[in-house]
């Protein structure tokens, strides 16, 4: 049938009317199918759902040759393939949770015969009306998606920055021990400054040289504030470009001294030359602090004189880098295999079972994996991969 030709009158032939009518009705369920695979193919995207919407309807209205969409939603502004001075018109508000939040027009860009509402037909303004009704709901959908994002982005920051605390919980006597340190000096420095000054012993040569003891003193402690205070303090997630020997050296002498005081051998095994990696530095530095963590509390029952703890690096093809922290620790049983990395499984008696669950987390964020694997001779290693700076650009 022509599209220009009225449709059959249905007193002097039904039968061609009835086949008219069923065959707009599959149109339109043609129509409202190919949105919802639309919708289910453009994985969240609001602005392909929209222009496919657009690129869709012409199709299903009677005058498909002549037929225009044109969708509007905010800021927002999607048009089908032909477009031009519109000889007739049909409008349907876009409703996002009772506000008018957009609209969809349908538009003949030549003049056609008169149905029910112009040229267009009662079913034309029920499907529109259809259509816009899903696209309202389309938006409700993903905007509550967006928002349970967020909400979900800011809870795994919250958790994140709370087990970094509780790992400086764990270790508060090797952050008191370290931070006593250049305190007890400073504190020397003076006394023994003052007893030489009180003695009329004191020359200016030797109170430069005190002095100057006594700020790198004072340096040091400030160092050492100033490195705690970057892994404890809650801020947004930024990834820069760092090199992994230098994050693991800033944490170094904190989870050295934290090994010594539990009688554990540390050792940082790393190459002449570490590459950079695009990271959040102090996400980074928490995992391996948690690794080192644990791997402390796993040698408790093990000899003092085989307590020895080793982070290694090393370099994979120049495209990654893999961290290890190996343990001669009690070892891991065979029923944790699958449970290790859910949250709030721990074998420690006042875990928290969120440490190598977060620690996985941050790892599968910047583009790596973290696994364990059991040492012949006892004990577990820990080791996650992730990609060099050039790589990350690469990708």
């Known amino acids: 049938m022509n599209p220009n030709e009225i449709p059959p009158n249905t007193e002097s032939d039904p039968l061609d009317h009835l086949a008219h009518q069923l065959g707009e009705r599959v149109k339109e369920l043609n129509c409202l199918f190919g949105i919802s695979d639309i919708v289910e193919r453009a994985g969240g995207s609001l602005e392909r759902i929209l222009q496919e919407t657009a690129d869709l309807l012409p199709q299903s ?32 508000d876009i409703l ?25 037909t009662k079913e034309e303004r029920r499907l529109l009306n259809a259509v816009a009704g899903r696209m ?41 021990h370290e931070v006593n ?40 402690a400030g160092d050492i504030i100033h490195r705690l205070r970057g892994l404890v303090q809650r801020r947004e997630s930024e990834r820069v470009e ?18 010594r005081l539990n009688h554990v051998e540390l050792r940082f095994v790393l190459p002449p030359e570490t590459p950079t990696i695009r990271a959040d530095g102090v996400q980074i530095q928490q995992v391996v602090l ?14 003092p004189d085989q307590r020895t703890l080793e982070v290694r690096v090393t370099l994979l093809d120049e495209n990654g880098v893999q961290v290890s922290v190996a343990d001669q620790g009690c070892g ?8 290790l990395f859910e949250p709030f499984f721990t074998t420690k008696e006042a875990g928290l079972g969120l440490g190598l669950n977060i620690s996985q987390s941050i790892i599968s964020a910047h583009g790596g994996r973290l696994w ?5 001779e006892g004990g577990t290693t820990f080791s996650f991969i992730i990609p060099t700076a050039s790589e990350t650009e690469d990708d």
């Open 181 to 220: 340190q250049p305190l007890t000096a400073i504190a020397t420095y003076a006394q023994a400054c003052r007893r030489m000054v009180e003695g009329g012993m004191l020359e200016a040569p030797e109170l430069m040289e005190v002095l100057g003891h006594i700020s790198e003193e004072a340096l040091r």
């Open 332 to 339: 891991l049983p065979e029923a944790s295999e699958r449970t």
């Open 96 to 120: 996002v949770r009772g506000e008018k939040a957009g609209a969809i027009e349908l538009s003949y860009l030549e003049p056609r015969p008169q149905g029910d509402e112009g040229p267009f």
């Open 372 to 376: 364990f694997s059991r040492n012949p």
């Open 290 to 303: 948690n690794l080192i963590r644990n791997g402390i509390d796993a040698m408790m029952d093990t000899a």
């Open 242 to 259: 760092c090199d992994i020997g230098q994050l693991l050296n800033e944490i170094g002498s904190l989870a050295s001294v934290d090994a």
């Open 136 to 176: 309202g709901h389309v938006v409700e959908g993903l905007t509550a998606e967006e928002r349970l994002r967020e909400k979900e982005e800011e809870f795994r920051e919250r958790i994140t920055h709370f087990t970094r605390v509780s790992t400086m919980g764990e270790m508060a006597s090797s952050i008191a």
């Open 61 to 92: 209205w009677t005058h498909s040759d002549v037929a225009f969409a044109h969708i509007v939603l905010g800021d927002l502004d999607f048009r089908s393939g032909q477009s031009g001075d519109p000889a007739a018109t049909q409008v349907s």
